[in-house]
T-cell receptor
Framework: ETGVTQTPRHLVMGMTNKKSLKCEQH?????MYWYKQSAKKPLELMFV???????ENNSVPSRFSPECPNSSHLFLHLHTLQPEDSALYLC??????????????FGEGSRLTVL | GEDVEQSLFLSVREGDSSVINCTYT??????LYWYKQEPGAGLQLLTY?????DMKQDQRLTVLLNKKDKHLSLRIADTQTGDSAIYFC????????????FGSGTRLQVQP
């Protein structure tokens, strides 16, 4: 596999469920990101990991919990979500050093629906 | 207002030129980007411009940057139906911060 892979592509969950989104990158990058894409709104940066350490957390509610066990994998654990959390969640990766500043490589996203 | 602003929708006829506009607020931005998102896909880098440039051309794409007005535009010449997608403007907020700040995206619809 190549690039950035996200699973599942679609997820429907109730407000009391616990689920996880998974992201895997095969590009040898050392920084990974979660973005939230909602209709007609700017992409919202949620979390940034650099060398497996969280370096940015943009005031995201605690019902979203990220995990980065190694530089190739990133998870987003979800629990007690709200219907307004329904969105497309995009994972991205980049090369922290040496790459062009800010060039991100995105996965295809996980479409989340909260009932 | 938002850090990066774009109009939400643009419709053009096949063969015409498309111009997608973007305004941003951070004068310290080092790179400015255009990303393309096709239906059901993630975002892909289309082109970028360094902040000390005012124009960049890449085949059918022309990027214009007006730093004074903090205005960025993407011109697509001879627009094709395959260019129908959402186009996101993004900025890199200075050195040391890799994460980008994106706009809301402009949906380009190309009529045959």
């Amino acid at each position: 596999e190549t690039g950035v892979t996200q699973t599942p592509r679609h997820l429907v969950m109730g407000m009391t469920n616990k689920k996880s989104l998974k992201c895997e990158q095969h590009l040898g990058h050392n920084a990974m990101y979660w973005y939230k894409q909602s209709a007609k709104k700017p992409l919202e940066l949620m979390f940034v990991y650099s060398l497996e350490e969280r370096v940015e957390n943009n005031s995201v509610p605690s019902r979203f919990s990220p995990e980065c066990p190694n530089s190739s994998h990133l998870f987003l654990h979800l629990h007690t979500l709200q219907p307004e959390d329904s969105a497309l969640y995009l994972c991205a990766s980049s090369q922290e050093a040496g790459g062009r500043d800010g060039e991100l490589f995105f996965g295809e996203g996980s479409r989340l629906t909260v009932l | 207002g938002e850090d990066v602003e774009q109009s939400l929708f643009l419709s053009v006829r096949e063969g015409d030129s498309s111009v997608i506009n973007c305004t941003y607020t951070d004068s310290s931005s080092t790179y400015l980007y255009w990303y393309k998102q096709e239906p059901g896909a993630g975002l892909q880098l289309l082109t970028y411009i360094f902040s000390n440039m005012d124009m960049k051309q890449d085949q059918r794409l022309t990027v214009l940057l007006n730093k004074k007005d903090k205005h960025l535009s993407l011109r697509i010449a001879d627009t094709q139906t395959g260019d129908s997608a959402i186009y996101f403007c993004a900025e890199s907020k200075g050195t040391g911060r890799r994460a980008l700040t994106f706009g809301s995206g402009t949906r380009l619809q190309v009529q045959p």
